[in-house]
């Protein structure tokens, strides 16, 4: 089955304290994103990657960290997790075809993060 | 950059009203424009999208509606059930050189009254 998994879904942790949220999809599609969502906000890109090794900003970066090391992986990382950083979290996988375009994005299920 | 402005950020319909949902966009380069739905907990999904080269798509009760000339596009869901209780977000797209761009609307939290 096609998807993207993403874990913990929920996670309370202190300030300070470095985390990880994981992202796999199993699609092979080059393209990678972050988000996180947050009331009257919507989904704000944090990070995305078009491809292993190429990653760049979204339009919320500050406090956060990813990796592309594989296709398949695109790691959040909060290296000093701070409470205006708890939102909820959204992988994402967007497949580009060739002659059709851009299509959908495929959402994990998403982690709720609470820094206390 | 892109911007995406949605509106409203809330709506309440009786069941069986229609309800309608608009956005509007400011980079021309934007080529496909997808509708997610997020139930309550749940992840978006795509409900429906559309190509800059098409002007309507309908797919049973929701249809969407593109104006390339005045940068907007609108969700016309009919005959609302509870079940359309959800919250809405449009989304604008391009891809340009190996570059890729998704923006989302901030989203409409739509409510239907049984």
């Known amino acids: 089955e096609a998807q993207v998994t993403q874990n913990p879904r929920y996670l309370i942790t202190v300030t300070g304290k470095k985390l990880t949220v994981t992202c796999s999809q199993n699609m092979n599609h080059e393209y990678m994103s972050w988000y996180r969502q947050d009331p009257g906000l919507g989904l704000r890109q944090i990070y995305y990657s078009m491809n292993v090794e190429v990653t760049d900003k979204g339009d919320v970066p500050e406090g956060y960290k990813v990796s592309r090391k594989e296709k398949r992986n695109f790691p959040l990382i909060l290296e000093s997790p701070s409470p205006n950083q708890t939102s909820l979290y959204f992988c994402a996988s967007i497949p580009y075809f060739r002659g059709q375009g851009n299509t959908e994005a495929f959402f994990g299920q998403g982690t709720r993060l609470t820094v206390v | 950059g892109e911007n995406v402005e949605q509106h409203p950020s809330t709506l309440s319909v009786q069941e069986g009203d229609s309800a309608v949902i608009k956005c509007t966009y400011s980079d021309s380069a934007s080529n496909y424009f997808p509708w997610y739905k997020q139930e309550l907990g749940k992840r978006p999904q795509l409900i429906i999208d559309i190509r800059s080269n098409v002007g309507e798509k309908k797919d049973q009760r929701i249809a969407v509606t593109l104006n390339k000339t005045a940068k907007h596009f609108s969700l016309h869901i009919t005959e609302t059930q509870p079940e359309d209780s959800a919250v809405y977000f449009c989304?604008?797209?391009?891809?340009?050189?190996?570059?890729?761009?998704?923006?989302f609307g901030i989203g409409t939290k739509l409510q239907v009254i049984p």
């Open positions: 989304a604008a797209s391009k891809h340009s050189g190996g570059y890729q761009k998704v923006t």
